[in-house]
């Protein structure tokens, strides 16, 4: 199933924020975005419905298999991409802007052999 770009952010979100808190809900996720909760109420419904994530009765989201695999992948791609372009003089705000954008358009064959040439130094 393709995923857009928006929900690979929402999971990334989530994963991050759990790591940080153990615990995420709506109101984490609209701060943490700087957007609002109705907007991550129908972002939450969509990710819910096509089984990425799950909700409980106290309103605590989890994600599933499905959505914790994007999670991963985008926050590797976040990260090695973040560090990549601060270490080679990007300021780290510029940097994470747009690794944030790359993460979602580079290819899994080119993100790969980022990877490799950077991580085997």
Known sequence: MEIRESAENYLETIL?????HGQVRSIDIADEMSVTKPSVSIAMKKLRTNG????????YITLE??????????????????????????SPETAAEDACRIEHVISVETFEVLKNHFTNE
């Open 16 to 20: 991050i924020l759990h790591q940080k």
């Open 65 to 90: 298999k499905a959505g914790r695999d994007i999670a991963e992948r985008m926050y590797e791609r976040h990260t090695l991409l973040t560090n990549l372009l601060t270490s080679i003089g990007v």
């Open 52 to 59: 990425y994530i799950s909700v409980d009765k106290e309103g």
